[in-house]
């Protein structure tokens, strides 16, 4: 994958898919600016790659302020931007148990959602008098099929499955809108992943079991294995591939 030279700016690369993208865009001879609201979390990253092709921001993507100065940053700083990664996300089961079901819908879906729409607007006001650049969204499966009734997840007003529906349809209606100057918007939609946002039900063996089960292939997936594709979507050896949503699920939703 030809990423050398190329500037990629990732949310959520404090943890999860969003870190592990980061190690790979690295790997692969990016520029990475790392945006995160987690600073300690940017700060172990950091500790991780001494080197000058890594800088940390801390961004609250739901703040249009945050998303434009750290757009900035990878321009004035960085070089320029070729490419963003939203992987910024987080679910319901980490929010406090006691906030209002409205509150942590809204929580959710600022974002999730939100989030992801202020970063690409953000992003396209670089990219598109560029007439190039390169989108990746991190969705979900449960963007595309509901929660299995088998997973205590959802009780039908969960606002994860809702975001990334939302997003979904994001990455179409962008991805459309903008192949034609020269961007592309793509989406990626994991199966169960060990990441921060599982950890909390991964520790039930019955429901552990149950996700794995759920997979064709018997196990959850790995971030770096999720990373693996975000970097393929990134490079130019994705080139004829835009407003498109791959699902990287072990086979979940082929069944």
Same mark, same amino acid.
């Given at each position: 994958? @030809?990423?050398?030279?190329?500037?990629?700016?990732?949310?959520?690369?404090?943890?999860?898919?969003?870190?592990?993208?980061?190690?790979?865009?690295?790997? +692969?001879?990016?520029?990475?600016?790392?945006?995160?609201? @987690? +600073?300690?979390?940017?700060?172990?990253?950091? *500790?991780?790659? +001494?080197?000058?092709?890594?800088?940390?921001?801390?961004?609250?993507?739901?703040?249009?302020?945050?998303?434009?100065?750290?757009?900035?940053?990878?321009?004035?700083?960085?070089?320029?931007?070729?490419?963003?990664?939203?992987?910024?996300?987080?679910?319901?089961?980490?929010?406090?148990?006691?906030?209002?079901?409205?509150?942590?819908?809204?929580?959710?879906? +600022? !974002?999730?959602?939100?989030?992801?729409?202020?970063?690409?607007?953000?992003?396209?006001?670089?990219?598109?008098?560029?007439?190039?650049?390169?989108?990746?969204?991190?969705?979900?499966?449960?963007?595309?099929?509901?929660?299995?009734?088998?997973?205590?997840?959802?009780?039908?007003?969960?606002?994860?499955?809702?975001?990334?529906?939302?997003?979904?349809?994001?990455?179409?209606?962008?991805?459309?809108?903008?192949?034609?100057?020269?961007?592309?918007?793509?989406?990626?939609?994991?199966?169960?992943?060990?990441?921060?946002?599982? *950890?909390?039900?991964?520790?039930?063996?019955?429901?552990?079991?149950?996700?794995?089960?759920?997979?064709?292939?018997?196990?959850?997936?790995?971030?770096?294995?999720?990373?693996?594709?975000?970097?393929?979507?990134?490079?130019? @050896? *994705?080139?004829?591939?835009?407003?498109?949503?791959?699902? !990287?699920?072990?086979?979940?939703?082929?069944?």
């Amino acid at each position: 994958m @030809d990423l050398v030279d190329k500037v990629a700016l990732i949310t959520g690369a404090a943890s999860g898919i969003g870190r592990a993208s980061a190690h790979r865009f690295l790997a +692969e001879g990016a520029t990475v600016l790392a945006c995160d609201i @987690d +600073e300690d979390g940017l700060a172990s990253l950091a *500790a991780e790659h +001494e080197q000058e092709r890594l800088h940390c921001v801390v961004c609250d993507v739901t703040l249009r302020t945050d998303a434009e100065a750290s757009v900035d940053y990878a321009v004035t700083q960085c070089g320029g931007l070729d490419c963003l990664v939203n992987s910024a996300g987080i679910t319901p089961r980490t929010l406090p148990p006691t906030a209002d079901f409205e509150a942590r819908w809204d929580a959710v879906m +600022e !974002v999730n959602a939100k989030g992801v729409f202020l970063m690409s607007h953000a992003a396209l006001a670089v990219m598109r008098p560029a007439g190039r650049g390169s989108i990746v969204n991190l969705v979900s499966i449960m963007g595309i099929v509901a929660y299995p009734t088998s997973l205590p997840f959802s009780d039908g007003y969960t606002a994860y499955p809702h975001s990334k529906g939302a997003v979904v349809q994001m990455t179409k209606e962008m991805g459309v809108r903008f192949a034609s100057e020269g961007v592309r918007i793509n989406a990626i939609a994991p199966a169960f992943v060990y990441t921060p946002l599982t *950890a909390n039900v991964t520790g039930d063996p019955e429901v552990h079991a149950e996700m794995r089960r759920l997979h064709p292939m018997g196990r959850m997936g790995r971030a770096e294995e999720i990373a693996a594709v975000v970097a393929f979507l990134a490079s130019e @050896d *994705a080139s004829f591939v835009t407003a498109s949503v791959w699902p !990287v699920d072990g086979g979940y939703t082929a069944q």
